[in-house]
Structure formats: C-alpha cells, structure tokens
C-alpha cells in the first residue's frame, strides 16, 4: 500500500553543540515512521569551519563527517561519521528515506592564506568594479592536514574560486572578484549577479571543479547510502551546474536521487524559471507559499483565506513544489527570519498535510519547539495532522474557498486506504460551518473533529454532504467517528 510523503527537516539553527543529533535520530525513527514521516532531512554532515559549533552552512571540508581532528574536533555538532551512519542505517530500517544537506556555494575556514591579484566589487551591485586591481591576501588554500589526502587528495587553491569578502592583508571586508574571474551566470539576478553569498566564491564553471564535485558526490552516495538532496542556497548557484551534476550523480550511482532546492525567493515566476533551466531536475521549497502563511499570521483575521493558494509553486508547478511553513532560516533571529506566528501554525499545516497537491516538509523547530525563543512545541497537534495525512488524506479533492476568513476542502478517501477520507475548515477569524461534499459513501455516518476544537459530532447526509464547522482562529478536520484517532 502506498502512503503519501512526508518530509520531516530533523534539526533548527539553535540545536546544542552536544553530538547528540544523529544518536537521537536512531533512537527516533521507529517513532517518526509510526507519525506517517517517509523521509527526514538530516543537516549538513561534514566539518564545518567552526568546528563543533557550525551548523553545516560554513563548510569547511566535504570529506570530513566526524572522522578526523580537524578545526578542533573530531565529531561535528550532529556527532561521529559512525553515528551519522547508523542514524542513516535507522531510518533505512525503518523504510524512511534520507536526504543529504548539500552545500556547493562555497567553502570557509582555510587552512592558508594566498596572495590573489582581485578587483574590488559593489556588493550591491556586482556588475560595477570601484577600485583597481590590486594583491590581496585571501584565504583560498585547503589543505586538510587532518585528513592527509584519505579520499581525494584535491587540494583547494584561488584558481578555483571566483571571489571573496575579505582581504587578509589589509584587514578589510569588501567584495572582491579574483583577476581572470567572472561571476557565474544562471543565478538570481538580485544586486545584479548573485553569485557570491559568503566564504570563498566556489567557481562552478572550473572543470577540476566541476570533476572533483562530481567524485565526491560519487562517494558521498555510496559511502553514506543516501536517497536523495537538498540543495543548499541555489539561487547562487548556477542553474546549468545544478543540471549537470545532479544528472551525472544519479548516473554514476544508478539511483533516482530526488532532489529539492533552497531558492528564497518570493516571486513564483522566478522559482518556476529555474525549474526550467535546471530542465525539471530539481523540486523547490515553497516560498511563495511560507509567506502568504507569515503574512496571513501576521493579519489576525485581516487576510483573504480565499487567496493563500495565489502564486504559489504548489498552485502552478504541484509536482515540484515542496511545502513548508517555517525552516531554520525563517526561524526568528535568523537570515531570512520570517516567522510564521504560533496561532496559525495548525492551519498552515493543515494545509501543507491534508491537501493532494505538494511535497510537505515538517519543520523539526515547529515539532519539538525552540527552547532558544521560548517557542513551545505544535507536537500535539503536528501527531494528529500528520497521522491524519497517512491514514486519511486520501481521493478526489473538493475545495471551498468561498470566504475571505473561513476556507475549507473535502478529501473522498480511496479504497486502498480504510474509512480514509476528511473534510477540513479553517478559520482565521469567528468561525463558521462549510457546507460541503464529502462522498455519498458517507451519507448517513457521524463525523467528529480528531483536532478536538468542535465538541459534537455531525451527521452526513443523503447526498453525502455535512455542515462541517470551526471555532474562531482554528482548524477542524473532520472523519468518520468509528475510526477516530
């Protein structure tokens, strides 16, 4: 029997540095099955350049994932390379896929320091050169003494970068674009090139680039048993190099490798173009859709409902949109902090959960809380959404966005899934009760509301259809009472 997928993100920003992570994962993945969750994806695994404090993002050395003493540890945040692999052997066990946090933007923590002839760059807009060439001194040079060469004996250099924000010599932070270099083209048009974020620029269009990329994504997949990516920060990165490489590793390793990119970017027209380009290689994260869920958090009440499906890549690219409400970016004190308030987090799950269209992610934030914000934990009712998704999210979809503050959607359920079927409101205001079809299989059953908000049950009628209500400011779904959960 094929269940519908549920991705959990296994990590937020503020996680301590304990090494714990990837014990705790083991330990859990009969749990996260049990909840309906078919692939969890696990942070970044290699060394990063602050050793056991780096969240992943400031890579250091790719090779690295808890093995050798190098930037002051040997276990990263998360733990050892043996912990990792045996979280990954859990999950596995558990029949849940696992995805790999896949950083390629750029590289952080140089071992030395070289003397670079570079050109200085307007950070705002890259396209305009406002100082002449000059030396100066960047840190482009890894080595990776810890690691002596064991499984590439690649050793990093400027000439394989593009740029960087810092000039050793003179102890200065500017952007600056190494002599006979050029930004890379297929990448967000923002500050005229996007190309560069942080650390050293990795110059993507370099053939020794391109090859050692491609060795380590080989060995990355066979050492590890991996199923899949998230691409870290895409938008940065050239669309025809994410085309390339991802068509490449999964013809050297003759798996499917499904693949889903970080593009933060509000416009869905933009998201759906780098789909294109990239010639449908990789699913996006739902941005678009995050921030109609912010927005709408932030309204209490004063939001259309009627309109949170507009311009949305769920609404006009389903098959490559993966839904999310919140990640450990748009948590609050972070980069891109766009937080969706506590209030609306049921709705908006609801509707990543319960809906037929989208790929959904869990936030791990969101399931087990923030303690760094005092951000309490949705597990509650994150369980029953989630459980409910395995179990009921099922057959034909019939929608109701018929008013600016109450909403609301049926699923018929399907044979292969039993007494599957829903009917779900949400309300971001008073209330109200919806009016809706639910199936004729149903006519003459009771429905109760598994989120615990309305307290009596209904009774479907002849034609198969109910007056399904919410409370104020809520989400009820609604099933067929002898299986409620």
């Known amino acids: 029997m094929s269940n519908n997928g549920l991705m959990m993100q296994y990590f937020e920003w503020y996680l301590p540095a304990d090494k714990t992570l990837w014990k705790t994962i083991a330990e859990e993945a009969n749990k996260l099955r049990l909840n309906g969750v078919t692939a969890v994806w696990l942070p970044p695994a290699y060394k990063g350049a602050q050793g056991v404090n780096d969240v992943g993002y400031g890579v250091y050395d790719l090779y690295d994932l808890g093995e050798f003493n190098q930037k002051g540890t040997v276990a990263t945040k998360y733990g050892t390379k043996d912990e990792y692999l045996a979280a990954i052997k859990a999950l596995h066990d558990k029949k849940i896929d696992v995805y790999a946090d896949m950083v390629l933007n750029h590289k952080m923590g140089a071992d030395e320091i070289e003397e670079v002839s570079a050109q200085e760059f307007n950070a705002s807009n890259r396209n305009q050169m406002i100082g002449d060439e000059k030396k100066i001194g960047a840190w482009t040079k890894f080595t990776f003494p810890g690691r002596k060469g064991k499984y590439s004996d690649f050793v990093w250099n400027w000439n394989y970068f593009d740029g960087i924000d810092w000039d050793q010599e003179n102890f200065k932070k500017s952007l600056y674009k190494f002599e006979g270099k050029e930004w890379d083209s297929g990448v967000d048009k923002e500050n005229g090139n996007y190309d560069y974020l942080m650390g ?12 050692e990329l491609v060795r380590w994504g080989e060995w990355y997949v066979k050492t590890t048993g991996v199923d899949g990516f998230r691409l870290d920060a895409v938008k940065h990165i050239s ?20 693949s889903v990119g970080e593009y933060w970017h509000w416009d869905v027209n933009v998201l759906n173009n780098y789909i294109s380009e990239t010639m449908g290689s990789t699913s996006l994260f739902d941005v678009p859709l995050h921030f109609n869920f912010h927005n709408c958090s932030r309204a209490h009440g004063n939001y259309d409902l009627r309109r949170i499906l507009d311009n949305t890549l769920v609404r006009v690219n389903p098959v490559k949109a993966v839904t999310f409400v919140d990640n450990h970016d748009s948590q609050p004190g972070q980069s891109l902090e766009s937080w969706v308030e506590e209030w609306f987090k049921p709705m908006a799950y609801a509707i990543i959960l319960l809906r037929n269209e989208g790929y959904p992610c869990v936030f791990y934030g969101d399931y087990k809380g923030i303690p760094h914000d005092k951000i309490k934990s949705q597990k509650k009712n994150l369980d029953k959404l989630m459980k409910l998704r395995k179990n009921k999210a099922y057959g034909i979809q019939h929608d109701y966005f018929d008013d600016p503050n109450c909403i609301g959607w049926t699923r018929e359920g399907d044979e292969e899934h039993k007494d599957s079927g829903l009917a779900v409101v949400i309300s971001d205001g008073t209330g109200g009760t919806k009016h809706m079809y639910v199936g004729r299989q149903f006519a003459g059953m009771h429905f109760s509301d598994v989120m615990g908000n309305a307290k009596y049950n209904i009774k479907i009628d002849d034609e198969g259809c109910g007056d399904f209500y919410v409370n104020g400011a809520a989400v009820s779904v609604w099933v067929k009472k002898e299986n409620k959960q």
């Open 200 to 211: 050293a620029d990795i110059d993507l269009n370099n053939t020794d680039v391109y090859n």
């Open 239 to 258: 669309s025809h190099f994410v085309r390339d490489w991802l068509y490449k590793i999964r013809e050297i390793t003759e798996k499917e490798l499904f």
